[in-house]
Antibody
């Protein structure tokens, strides 16, 4: 069955860095685009970044552009999010999601359970 | 950036009642819109894609409609397990965006 397991969250000081991982199983990872979506405590969902199935393209939300980098290792079935220059407003649960192909478009059809990142001094 | 505005923020209903949730886009997204359900402590679940198509395993009481800028999620008869928060998301252009959510409460 499809599984996405995030790790790497924790408490970090403002200005520091953190790398999140998302290990997947149950589907051909190298055939699917992947996203990071975050949710601040008690708030709504915010899309963060996407990477194409082969790593050839990435897009980012304006709020993280230039600070966060999404990447993947298809030989390890793992997605990453390198987060630099962290700010208090980056505090959130970070979810990785799989893009499923639905006719002509893609939608996030599987989500991990998330990993909590807290940015605080 | 396309802004999605969901209304109402909270919907107070009883089991068996009909729920109608709205999602309005600041510019056309064609029918590139999804609806997600999120329960406390859980990840979101895909309910509807392409504005009106039910995802695998989603009960027929959930239906979506709309295109362009105005979209609706309807739950025909609320079951106890349907009380949750619902988000819309547009896939029409980058960056992807979500609506602020509608909480359906008892």
């Amino acid at each position: 069955q499809v599984q996405l397991v995030e790790s790497g969250g924790g408490v970090v000081q403002p200005g520091r860095s953190l790398r999140l991982s998302c290990a997947v199983s149950g589907f051909p990872f190298s055939s699917h685009g992947m996203h990071w979506v975050r949710q601040a405590p008690g708030k709504g969902l915010e899309w963060v970044a996407v990477i194409w199935y082969d790593g050839s393209q990435q897009y980012y939300a304006d709020a993280v552009m230039g600070r966060f980098t999404i990447s993947r290792d298809n030989s390890k079935d793992t997605l990453y999010l390198q987060m630099n220059s962290l700010r208090a407003e980056d505090t959130a649960i970070y979810y990785c999601t799989r893009d499923g192909y639905y006719g002509r478009r893609f939608y996030s059809d599987y989500w991990g359970q998330g990993t909590l990142v807290t940015v605080s001094s | 950036e396309i802004v999605l505005t969901q209304s109402p923020a909270t919907l107070s209903l009883s089991p068996g009642e009909r729920a109608t949730l709205s999602c309005r886009a600041s510019q056309s997204v064609s029918n590139s819109l999804a609806w997600y359900q999120q329960k406390p402590g859980q990840a979101p679940r895909l309910l509807i894609y392409d504005a009106s198509k039910r995802a695998t395993g989603i009960p027929a009481r959930f239906s979506g409609s709309g295109s362009g800028t105005d979209f609706t999620l309807t739950i025909s008869s609320l079951e106890p397990e349907d009380f949750a928060v619902y988000f819309c998301q547009q896939r029409g252009s980058w960056p992807l965006t979500f609506g602020g959510g509608t909480k359906v409460e008892i």
